[in-house]
């Protein structure tokens, strides 16, 4: 079984200043990563995962996330936010292999504000 | 291309009655999923569909819960009974078969009065 922790359920942050919400998982069996975004009234999109290769992936947006083994951690960072980043964000893991569950951490609120 | 799709978009029923949620996958996606989003669970796995197997029902949270896939597309969700706490936003997911990056429906909104 897997799980996920995010220990931020709110992060307010001002425009242009850089942001980290953090992810930490558990799992007995190799896993792939993802973020997910939930804008204001909207449903659930992808922003990235990482299923192999380079731990550093990113997104078309700005955000990029960095996959540590040894810490567990799949931390999202952006260098510098802009107002329309404010949403929901949510980390989630799944078993390696053929498709599979996901299990989701209780979710980040971005709060960016001028 | 069409997205993944559910209706409806809000429901409301009273307490007792039973609900038929549905979704609509994206074309060629062979698995599918439903999740539960709620204020005071988060988001939850209730179950998954691949391809011809069994469905993986661990995440139903009782026998009131149960789903269907009908030619390995349309699904619908069914709860009988309902409750309360049934409330919630229910989420259908759907994917190829590795690896799974799901895409999300706009879910449906079920109030029970």
């Known amino acids: 079984a897997q799980s996920v922790t995010q220990l931020d359920s709110q992060v307010p942050v001002f425009e242009e200043a850089p942001v980290e919400l953090r992810c930490n998982y558990s799992?007995?069996?190799?896993?792939?990563l993802f973020w997910y975004v939930q804008y204001p009234n909207q449903g659930l999109q992808l922003l990235l995962k990482?299923?192999?290769?380079?731990?550093l992936v990113e997104s078309i947006n700005g955000f990029e996330a960095e996959f540590n083994k040894s810490q567990t951690s799949f931390h999202l960072r952006k260098p510098s936010v802009h107002i329309s980043d404010t949403a929901e964000y949510f980390c989630?893991?799944?078993?390696?292999?053929?498709?599979?569950?996901?299990?989701f951490g209780t979710g980040t609120r971005l709060q960016v504000t001028l | 291309g069409a997205g993944v799709s559910q209706s409806p978009s809000n429901k409301v029923t009273e307490k007792g009655k039973d609900v038929e949620l549905r979704c609509d996958p994206i074309?060629?996606?062979?698995?599918l999923y439903w999740y539960r989003q709620s204020l005071g669970q988060g988001l939850e796995f209730l179950i998954y569909?691949?391809?011809?197997?069994?469905?993986?029902k661990s995440g139903l949270p009782s026998d009131r819960f149960s789903a269907e896939r009908t030619g390995g597309s349309v699904s619908t969700l069914t709860i009988q009974r309902t409750q309360q706490e049934d409330s919630a936003v229910y989420l259908c997911?759907?994917?190829?078969?590795?690896?799974?990056?799901?895409?999300f429906g706009p879910g449906t909104r079920l109030t029970v009065l």
């Open positions: 997911a759907s994917s190829w078969d590795s690896p799974g990056t799901q895409y």
């Open positions: 799992s007995s069996v190799s896993v792939y």
């Open positions: 990482y299923l192999s290769g380079s731990t």
């Open positions: 989630a893991v799944s078993e390696t292999g053929t498709a599979s569950k996901l299990t």
């Open positions: 074309s060629g996606h062979t698995a």
């Open positions: 569909f691949q391809g011809n197997s069994a469905p993986d």
